[in-house]
């Protein structure tokens, strides 16, 4: 019997260090139509998808374009204003365009935190994304 030692972060958590590590908006959750409740199994560092990654998105929000690569998505200024936004619900077009159409791969995301230390990791480990740590 193999037994190994696992981290759990929760989403929301997950999401904040995101938000504050990189300066851009993020909410897992959203991504790919809306993710499914459970746990996301991620292994840092491992091979990421960003070269399948769109090079750019239509500014459309719940578009079906979805996900870019992580130098577009750290290239964009998070205040930039979509040009298809109508007026009065700029902020909030703005917030659901860059958590449901405007993000990258997350295993690029993961292994660019774990270069960063963020998981405080000596070895391979694997990540549990969940939604809900009991």
């Not at 491992?46 to 750290?74: C, H, I, R, S």
């Not at 909030?92 to 935190?113: K, M």
């Not at 270069?115 to 549990?128: E, G, H, M, P, W």
Request: one cysteine or more.
């Amino acid at each position: 019997m193999n037994i190994r030692t696992v981290k759990m972060i929760d989403c929301q958590e997950f999401d904040e260090l995101v938000k504050t590590t990189y300066g851009r908006p993020y909410c897992f959750q959203q991504q790919n139509g809306c993710q499914a409740r459970g746990i996301q199994y991620l292994t840092v560092p491992d091979d990421d998808n960003d070269e399948y990654m769109n090079d750019d998105v239509p500014e459309e929000v719940n578009g079906d374009q979805m996900g870019v690569k992580f130098a577009t998505w750290l290239a964009r200024d998070p205040a930039a204003p979509l040009k298809t936004s109508e007026k009065g619900s700029e902020q909030f077009d703005l917030g659901l365009f860059w958590e449901r159409n405007f993000y990258p791969d997350i295993q690029t995301v993961a292994n660019d935190l774990h270069k960063k230390d963020c998981f405080r990791l000596t070895n391979t480990l694997s990540i549990l994304i969940g939604r809900e740590i009991q």
